[in-house]
């Protein structure tokens, strides 16, 4: 695995600091855990901590290791016959929450075997993850994810997709899907595991590099990726014509698809009951109607 230059840490910093801007200023996206303290977080997400808790599919925590971290992952089993292709799950700016966790379930229900990794697993004071870093300060998570090391993150993401693979009801194929930040990091793991049969990215940007797209990244890509955005969200397509550009110029698939209409964050935003953003909700309806049809043909 290459050692990444000072400037693209830098780049990748700024990006998931910019994230966290974007869905502080976006007014669809405010009230979805983009608050300065958890008791935003929280409140906004009971309705997705109340469907996982009427979920009658398989959830547990597992341990995946990283060398000499643990990994502590959420995972769900679908409730089907035969071994399933594993989707692992990377999460927004905001950490391992309600909502991820939701997420992840309901690709279970899809059929899928679904593993979300909470990132900043042993990054707390007490070697805890996301809730204790957001229990000890209420800005905290954002700034904890936006210093987790690269070469960290894609180790972390490695075990999660080995563990994954080869779990009994596995049949070895392993997609990857991000949503912004988790997004962004999607499109530069996909750069590092050549084994991915597909990346999903939501909202996220490609690699960069000197403030253009890092073309020597996206030639190691091996899976075709699915990019999913909102029609009002500007700072994202603004790199989607590079992004097309050059992963055409590579030969590498990639299949942009924007929603007009919807924000940043429109996944989220559109099976939230506060949401009052009609386009919002179609959004995430057609992009998740999209991503199972894909789903179904790996």
């Known amino acids: 695995m290459k050692t990444h230059s ?76 035969g071994k399933a292709t594993a989707v692992v799950v990377i999460h ?3 950490g391992m929450s309600d909502w991820v966790q939701s997420l992840t379930d309901q690709l279970a229900e899809a059929g899928y075997i679904a593993i979300a990794p909470d990132l900043l697993s042993g990054m707390g004071p007490n070697g805890g993850g996301t809730n ?67 990346a999903f990215v939501f909202y996220g940007s490609a690699p960069a590099k000197e403030q253009e797209v890092d073309k020597e990244a996206l030639a190691r890509i091996g899976a075709p990726v699915y990019g999913f955005y909102a029609g009002n969200d500007a700072r994202i397509n603004a790199t989607l ?28 935003a559109g099976e939230d009951p506060a949401n009052t953003v009609e386009a919002n909700k179609k959004a995430r309806d057609e992009a998740w109607k999209r991503w199972k049809e894909i789903l179904g043909k790996i």
Request: include cysteine; aromatic fraction near 10%; charge should be positive.
């Open 6 to 81: 000072m400037f693209t840490i830098l780049f990748i910093v700024f990006l998931s600091a910019a994230c966290a801007s974007a869905q502080n200023m976006n007014s669809n996206h405010m009230d979805h855990g983009s608050g300065p303290g958890p008791a935003v977080i929280s409140e906004t997400q009971d309705w997705a901590k109340q469907r996982l808790a009427k979920s009658p599919r398989h959830q547990e925590w597992v341990k995946v290791k990283n060398g000499n971290r643990e990994v502590s992952s959420f995972l769900v089993y679908p409730e089907a016959k």
């Open 92 to 94: 927004e700016i905001f």
């Open 132 to 198: 204790e870093i957001r229990a000890t300060d209420t800005n905290a998570v954002g700034k904890a994810i936006r210093d987790l090391p690269p070469d960290q993150i894609t180790g972390d993401l490695n075990a999660v997709a080995d563990y994954v693979s080869k779990l009994a009801g596995a049949n070895g194929k392993v997609v990857v899907a991000g949503f912004c930040w988790g997004g962004s990091q999607t499109f530069r793991y996909a750069t590092n595991n050549p084994k991915l049969k597909a």
């Open 241 to 268: 014509p590079k992004t097309t550009d050059a992963m055409k110029e590579l030969g590498k698939k990639y299949d942009p698809v924007t929603y007009e209409g919807a924000g940043h964050g429109f996944m989220r």
